[in-house]
């Protein structure tokens, strides 16, 4: 079956899970810069909250643009990383509004670490999907940031129990990893089109 119908509807949620976030911005009553501090916990949090989603709304494009065909398990490994990105307001807000308190810094950590765990399975079933042998599965190669990332967050959970301020650093830390251009995908793109 064709991918276009599940690009469609993955980048409609990916955008309404960013307006959601962005509305639980609340304007300070004040009108100085100095009326934005308490905001700060918040503002951060939704700083580094959009940050994760485009990095994952930027690989899913990639991983399906060098995919051809989704399967019935596509479909629901697809709508399982959705589940978990539409938990990112929520937690986002809960860990902003609480100044990165423990435990709701180890609550966004785990919808971290669950939306790395499904963003690995939809990749599986792309890649089964597709053949062995496929662009896929030749782009993602050893995939060390997808190995390395769900160890990060678990740490960070872990970290919550000493010191959420480590916990934030790690998050903020795998964050700046995935920010670092990955050519490998578009790069076999490119060949595979001039071929």
């Excluded at 995919?67 to 937690?91: I, K, Q």
């Amino acid at each position: 079956m064709g991918k276009g119908r599940l690009e469609a509807f993955s980048d409609g949620v990916i955008a309404i899970i960013i307006t959601i976030m962005v509305l639980e911005l609340k304007v300070p009553h004040g009108y100085t810069f100095a009326s934005l501090a308490p905001l700060l916990p918040v503002m951060l949090s939704y700083v580094l909250s959009f940050i994760y989603v485009g990095i994952y709304w930027n690989n899913h494009h990639h991983m399906l643009a060098v995919s051809r065909r989704v399967s019935g398990g596509v479909l629901w490994a697809n709508l399982h990383l959705l589940f978990w990105l539409s938990l990112f307001p929520f937690a986002t807000a809960w860990m902003g509004e609480n100044h990165f308190a423990p435990a709701p810094t180890a609550a966004y950590g785990g919808v971290l670490l669950m939306a790395a765990v499904a963003y690995w399975l939809l990749q599986r079933a792309l890649i089964h999907r597709q053949g062995a042998g496929s662009v896929l599965e030749r782009a993602i190669g050893s995939d060390w940031k997808g190995k390395l990332s769900p160890v990060i967050y678990a740490l960070g959970i872990v970290a919550t129990c000493r010191a959420a301020w480590i916990a934030q650093l790690l998050y903020a830390s795998a964050a700046v990893m995935w920010l670092v251009p990955d050519r490998r995908i578009e790069g076999l793109v490119d060949e595979h089109d001039a071929g």
